[in-house]
């Protein structure tokens, strides 16, 4: 331990380095020569970059526990400074603010940091058996290892810029990850639409940091930290933002009726927190940006899991929870948070009950557990929102993973991605894959929420939670003395949120056990459903067909290898469906090792994780202990638990169990021991419903109709106003003068010599006539109060002769150099002054130059005296 | 002794029968030929005057430069007549109307 200090001090821990050096060299090397390297050497850079990642990170936890028991309850951070980046400048109370290339680790960035490398090397192994088929091998490992690359930089930034680095990166891997099938239309749309999703969401985070550097004078934790009460605590009036009228301004004339009585304004730190809020809800898909998560499934089901479940998604939450002390000075953010929380867990549960597709269930049942992440952070149980989102990593990460392994097996059979991953041709999957079968039903218990599972103490804690804090403006008694109201949240919030949060619990527990139920019990549904609609489908479209035969041989295992062998034979275009429909044929397999033993440990990760923090069972809580000190001047004051609350810890607990209970029973009774019969005559008795549920209550096509189509509006407008006004006008217009000129210079240009030598010889005579007549010209200048100057312009050889009185004759017999008269006028009077000019040639002209000076005395010359 | 004056007549002259054969003539040699009778012209005032003014050679002086100018001239003007003879076949002006369009 001694010799691990003095090699990484904290103010130099440079340890992060190498965690965040490993993933992107095995990026780089992937990237740029993975195609050359092999297989064998692209799985052996992939897996060691990410597996030497999670050591370095296993020692570096070491290491801060070292140091937390020396230094006892304080926060410690250790802390490396790549390089020192840029200044903002501006602020209202600092006016440089330094953004350094600075990495830390704490105690919520260093459990985040294991779960990120640690089931991302399992999901690495996953994937090297689940990829091995694709052609593509390499490039999958490059965009994952760049993905934990981005991730670590996201978690371990010690600013907001620096984890807005990772945020992106993170993105842009997702978006990659997406698409990486990109042969297929719809992959790539599917990536798209979450790479604008989140642009809307980065959006916020944006305005959150300008916010910040505005008001607070910090981008780093500890400068914001420092800095974040005069956000809710300052009197001035620009610490308000006003919100309606716009600014602040006042509207008048045929707008005045828009001017409200009292100006609608907000206190900076709502106004971060709302930015923060929006960039959170992007990343953690949450209404209202949730709806390209679903959609991110056309991705490798590794990829699902890996970021579309375990990390990424959960990056907002550990926002809300790094910058927990910002949230928490706005209880109407906090408020929003969790309503927010709340709705998405109830809404996707909801559209989760009757989804077919087994990828497209966990899909909403993360957007489902997300919603309760928020949900715990929005009613300040940090410690259990965080704690949601370390127990939801690992059952989401297995059920993907099994899922993954489900298809895998489907596909031997069944040659077409989309009814490979359909539950309807599954069922008693039991049989013939015991290991994926024993670790979904651990991770399914686990999500559901059976007692003693760590999904259980994490719902649990963050239900409790919700029914007993509440959040208080730590200023509100200030802001009471300025006459300035705060806004506190009703009291039926709480136990409104208990509610919501149980039902949503409920349902979790049934689509859940409705998923497992048919994809593992019953008989085999698989033997016959799928080609009959396949042959019809091949007749109706053969292209879409042909496309997706050459994307499934991407990710299948060996079963189809062979297949494709066979069907080479045959010629590309009868593709291999051309089975004997009464052969059983190929059954369903079980994973090879590489796939089975990363679900085992994720199945007791999940079935454990809970002796961390087991709530309402002892007051021993590892988790809750070694976050304190991130989370505890935070909630200080700010969140206040009713009185008598942990008298209600049992009872409400209750809740948490009869959601179980009450979930898994309907779904045990519906497909084990109906086998499925109340469930089919439900979507006749309400087909409507039924349909709209299916169709994920069709708020794709409402933003189709709204946003989308307001945006595709404005694209068209802006297009036809390119084509017609700056297309069809200023450029036609310019182009049209352009070659107007062309066409009357181009006769010129008629390419004989002489033409050009006379066009020359008659220009050199007009210089010549020029020159040899002189030209007699002055230029006058009032010097004021009637005073004149007289200034004859130059020539060569020219001599001058001035008739400066008038008179008509001049004043000198002969021409001399005289340049330049002076001459007086009264006012009212004028004057006709004579110019001759001789030239060397003696020839010579004269010109005739009135001068009169106006009868009264103009502004002009007032001003010039 | 000659005025100066019958000199610059002489020269004007000159000039004048170089300029119109330069304008009128479609041979290229000719043409290059006129141009010589121009410069030559600019050399007989050139020395006329250095005779008027002899103190510095300024006249002469220019009419070596002028000399030297129009041997260069004369190699180059050749070298691109050599040269539109072997594309064109020919050596009169108005033919030569490659870049025409």
Known sequence: MGLLESLFPAENFSLIAFILGMPLLGALVNGVWGRRLGKPAVRLMALSAVGASFLAAVVAFVALQHRVEVEGHEHVKLYWTAWQWMHANGGRSVTNVPIDVRF??????????????????????????????????????????????????????????????????????????????????????????????????????????????????????????????????????????????????????????????????????????LALLLGCTGKSAQIPLYVWLPDAMAGPTPV?????????????????????????????????????????????????LVQNDIKKVLAYSTVSQLGFMFLGVGVGAFTSGFFHVFTHAFFKACLFLGAGSVIHAMHARIHDDVQAQDIRNMGGLKKYMPITYWTFLAATCAIAGLPLLSGFFSKDAILFEAFVNHSVNPFAQKLADRHSGAWAPPAMLGPSLYVAGVVAATMTAFYMFRLFFLTFHGDFRGWVIGRAPLAASR????????????????????????????????????????????DPGRAPHESPWQMTVPLIVLAAFSVFAGVLNPAPLTKKLALEHWLAPVFESAIKGTVIAREGAEHLELPLMLGGIGAFVVGSGIAYWMYIAQKGAPAARLAEQAPGLHRLLLDKWRIDELYEATVLSAVDALAETAAAFDQSFVDGILAKLTALVVAAFGTILRTLQNGVVHFYAAVMVVGLAAM?????????????????????????????????????????????????????????????????????????????????????????PTMLEVGQN | MIPVQHYLYLSALLFTIGGVGFLVRRNVLVALMSIEVMLNAVNISLVAFNRMRPENHGGQMFAFFLIAAEAAEVAVGLAIVLSLFRIKRTVRSDEADLLKN
């Open chain 1, 539 to 582: 007749a109706g479209h053969g292209d879409l067909e042909d496309t997706a035969d050459g994307e499934e041989a991407h990710d299948e295992g060996k079963g189809t290898h062979e297949h494709e062998h066979g069907a080479d034979e045959h010629g590309g275009d009868h593709g291999h469906h051309e089975e004997n429909l009464k």
């Open chain 1, 768 to 856: 010549g006539w020029f020159f040899v007549t002189p030209h007699p010209d002055a230029t006058v200048t009032p010097e004021g109060n009637g005073d004149y100057t007289l200034v004859a312009g130059p020539g060569i050889g020219y001599g001058y002769r001035w008739d400066g009185d008038g008179d008509g004759k001049p004043d000198k017999d002969v021409f001399d150099g005289t340049q330049q008269i002076k001459l007086h006028l009264e006012p009212g009077k004028s004057i006709v002054i004579r110019l001759e000019v001789m030239n060397a040639f003696g020839l010579t002209n004269v010109r005739a130059i009135p001068v009169s000076r106006p009868s009264a």
């Open chain 1, 304 to 352: 699902s899991a890996l970021i579309h479940a375990a990390t990424m998604v959960t990056a907002g939450v550990y926002l809300i929870c790094r910058l927990s002390f910002v949230f928490v000075l706005s209880p109407f953010v906090m408020a929003t948070v969790a309503v927010i929380g709340v709705s998405t867990a109830l809404f996707a549960a909801t559209i989760a």
């Open chain 1, 104 to 273: 830390s680790i704490d105690a919520l960035s260093g459990v985040m940091m294991l779960v990120v490398t640690g089931v991302g090397f399992l999901i690495h192994l996953y994937s090297t058996a689940y990829m091995a088929e694709d052609k593509a091998f390499w490039r999958f490992f490059a965009y994952l290892n760049l993905f934990i690359f981005s991730m670590l930089v996201l978690i371990l930034g010690d600013n907001l810029p620096v984890l807005f680095i990772g945020w992106e990166g993170v993105g842009l891997c997702s978006y990659l990850l997406i698409g990486f099938w990109y042969d297929v239309g719809a992959n790539t749309a599917a990536g798209k639409k979450a790479f604008i999703a989140n642009r809307v969401g980065d959006f916020g985070l944006l305005c959150a940091m300008f916010l910040l550097v505005h008001y607070a004078g910090a981008l780093d934790w500890t400068g914001i930290q420092s800095g974040a009460n005069v956000l809710a605590d300052n009197p001035a009036e620009a610490y308000r933002i006003h919100v309606w009228p716009i600014g602040g301004g006042t509207y008048q004339g045929i707008f005045a009726f828009l001017q409200p009585a009292h100006p609608v304004t907000i206190s900076a730190a709502t106004a971060v927190g």
